[in-house]
T-cell receptor, first 110, second 113 residues
Framework: EDQVTQSPEALRLQEGESSSLNCSYT??????LFWYRQDPGKGPEFLFT???AGEEKEKERLKATLTKKESFLHITAPKPEDSATYLC???????????FGKGTRLHILP | DAGITQSPRHKVTETGTPVTLRCHQT?????MYWYRQDPGHGLRLIHY???????DKGEVSDGYSVSRSKTEDFLLTLESATSSQTSVYFC????????????FGEGSRLTVL
């Protein structure tokens, strides 16, 4: 069964303090690994799709990377508006299920 | 933004009553999903659909059924609601099978007393 584990559960950083969020996964034939951002009271918002090991995607202060067992979301010089819950999800090659991890709650202090 | 709406947005009901949540999308997306979100559990897949009348179970499907008679509508039914089904329910859709770019609704908060 496909599984996604995210760490840490929560992270508090000072503004400008770079860090990384981890997403470990087990899936039968990865068809895609996805990162989402969720603000309180809202539905998740899509950020990136990664398809194969070695691939990287960037958007503003965020950079996502992928290996055969995990993905990292690197946050460079974060700002308070980057505070949110970041969710990782996978889709395998057996079906069209998209399975999410529990997320990392990120809080950036001004 | 993709036009995906959920109704009702808030509902309070009693144990044992049937409840139907509706998801409506205007993007002609083929794939639609129902998730529930609870503290400490993240988003968990209940059921999904890969076409009209084509549905499959997710991780936590017990106590839930779905129907998709039209491309634009995906209904989630709790035949006999229980307190453990108190949650926030999110619907999502996508037209692209492999991008993983799900468009989410704003959620439906269900409280079962």
């Amino acid at each position: 069964e496909d599984q996604v584990t995210q760490s840490p559960e929560a992270l508090r950083l000072q503004e400008g303090e770079s860090s990384s969020l981890n997403c470990s996964y087990t899936v039968s034939g990865l068809r895609g690994l996805f990162w989402y951002r969720q603000d309180p009271g809202k539905g998740p918002e899509f950020l990136f799709t990664l398809y194969s090991a070695g691939e990287e995607k960037e958007k503003e202060r965020l950079k996502a990377t992928l290996t055969k067992k995990e993905s990292f979301l690197h946050i460079t010089a974060p700002k308070p508006e980057d505070s949110a819950t970041y969710l990782c999800a996978v889709r395998g090659n057996r079906d069209d299920k998209i399975i999410f991890g529990k997320g990392t709650r990120l809080h950036i202090l001004p | 933004d993709a036009g995906i709406t959920q109704s009702p947005r808030h509902k309070v009901t009693e144990t044992g009553t049937p409840v139907t949540l509706r998801c409506h999308q205007t993007e002609n997306h083929r794939y639609m999903y129902w998730y529930r979100q609870d503290p400490g559990h993240g988003l968990r897949l209940i059921h999904y659909s890969y076409g009209v009348k084509d549905t499959d179970k997710g991780e936590v499907s017990d106590g839930y059924s779905v129907s998709r008679s039209k491309t634009e509508d995906f209904l989630l039914t709790l035949e006999s609601a229980t307190s453990s089904q108190t949650s926030v329910y999110f619907c999502a859709s996508t037209g692209e099978r492999d991008t993983g770019e799900l468009f989410f609704g704003e959620g439906s908060r269900l409280t079962v007393l």
